[in-house]
Nanobody
Framework: QAQLVESGGGVVQAGGSLRLSCAAS????????MAWFRQAPGKEREFVAA????????YYADSVKGRFTISRDNAKNTVFLQMNVLKPEDTAVYYC?????????????????????WGQGTQVTVSS
């Protein structure tokens, strides 16, 4: 079993920054790749960023590349999403998720069905 809890969301002006955190329970956190997804009202959930289980590889959606940075601290069972130069279109509920595969070394997963545990989300609102 695994439980993920996101935090760090809030309301910021365009151009501002936020750092999201996702705290995971369990002893096997470091075995899995992790990702951030987001979902705006009335829209489908979309991939934002992912990081491999060892932290050696990262992948970003084109919409956030160069502005967002995903990282993890396996000793603390936590994954982070540093968001800089935020835009109004970044407004969404942000979710962290765990890849379903242990020690997965293949291509970074960008599809929701490739993840098996999800947090309940944290709201990010970017105003103009």
């Amino acid at each position: 079993q695994a439980q993920l809890v996101e935090s760090g969301g809030g309301v910021v002006q365009a151009g501002g920054s936020l750092r999201l955190s996702c705290a995971a329970s369990g002893r096997t956190f470091s075995w899995y790749a992790m990702a951030w997804f987001r979902q705006a009202p009335g829209k489908e959930r979309e991939f934002v960023a992912a990081i491999s289980w060892a932290g050696a590889s990262t992948y970003y959606a084109d919409s956030v590349k160069g502005r967002f940075t995903i990282s993890r601290d396996n000793a603390k069972n936590t994954v982070f999403l540093q968001m800089n130069v935020l835009k109004p279109e970044d407004t969404a509920v942000y979710y962290c998720a765990r890849d379903r595969r242990k020690f997965y070394n293949g291509a970074i997963a960008t599809e929701s069905h490739e993840y098996d545990y999800w947090g309940q989300g944290t709201q990010v609102t970017v105003s103009s």
